[in-house]
Antibody, heavy 116, light 112 residues
Framework: EVQLVESGGGLVKPGASLKLSCVAS????????MSWVRQTPGKTMEWIGD????????NYAPSLKNRFTISRDNAKSTLYLQMSNVRSEDTATYYCTRGIAAGAYWGQGTLVTVSS | DIVMTQTPLSLSVAIGQSASISCKSS???????????LNWVFQSPGQSPKRLIY???KLDSGVPDRFSGTGSETDFTLKISRVEAEDLGVYYCCQGSYSPNTFGAGTKLELK
């Protein structure tokens, strides 16, 4: 059974950094592109970016590429999202998905709240 | 960025009725490989999103054949025949043809 489990969310202050993780199981992680998508409290969906199966290529939403970094550790079957200089508008539930855009499998999400 | 416009934003249906959701993109989603990367995603209340349809009309594993997707270029439609209670929630279209990938605003399917 394919499973994606995100973690690392929580309450953070504006300007802080945060690293989210997504542990994958039930499939060969190194065979798949992976993506991050976030959903705001108002339910708007926003694609953050994706990463090639071997980690050699990443692609980002232009509005986020200077502050967010996607990486992966195929030996650990884990996807990461490094967030820096967070802002209130980054408050959202963050999902990892298998594949590009809206993938076939999604995790349960991890909530990030940015507030002083 | 490609803008995805969904209509309606809210839809009330009775159980057993059919429902149709439109999604229009601001430019053609046909990619250079000839494929069109238009997905439909469903989110029931309190749950994670789940993809239902990919490449316009291909159903994901386990998705009932009451769901169907049609369209091409810039105009796409999700149809649900014989709506069931488990179908109530929010439906999003999402394009993966061009970066940045973009989502529609969502259509909330409610019980009449």
């Amino acid at each position: 059974e394919v499973q994606l489990v995100e973690s690392g969310g929580g309450l953070v202050k504006p300007g802080a950094s945060l690293k989210l993780s997504c542990v994958a199981s039930g499939f060969t992680f190194s065979d798949y592109w992976m993506s991050w998508v976030r959903q705001t409290p108002g339910k708007t969906m926003e694609w953050i970016g994706d990463i090639k199966y071997d980690g050699s290529y990443t692609n980002y939403a232009p509005s986020l590429k200077n502050r967010f970094t996607i990486s992966r550790d195929n030996a650990k079957s884990t996807l990461y999202l490094q967030m820096s200089n967070v802002r209130s508008e980054d408050t959202a539930t963050y999902y990892c998905t298998r594949g590009i855009a809206a993938g076939a499998y999604w995790g349960q999400g991890t909530l990030v709240t940015v507030s002083s | 960025d490609i803008v995805m416009t969904q209509t309606p934003l809210s839809l009330s249906v009775a159980i057993g009725q059919s429902a149709s959701i439109s999604c229009k993109s601001s430019q053609s989603l046909k990619y250079s490989d000839g494929k069109t990367y238009l997905n439909w995603v469903f989110q029931s209340p309190g749950q994670s999103p789940k993809r239902l349809i990919y490449q316009v009309s291909k159903l994901d594993s386990g998705v009932p054949d009451r769901f169907s997707g049609t369209g091409s270029e810039t105009d796409f439609t999700l149809k649900i025949s014989r709506v069931e209670a488990e179908d109530l929630g929010v439906y999003y279209c999402c394009q993966g043809s061009y970066s940045p990938n973009t989502f529609g605003a969502g259509t909330k399917l409610e019980l009449k």
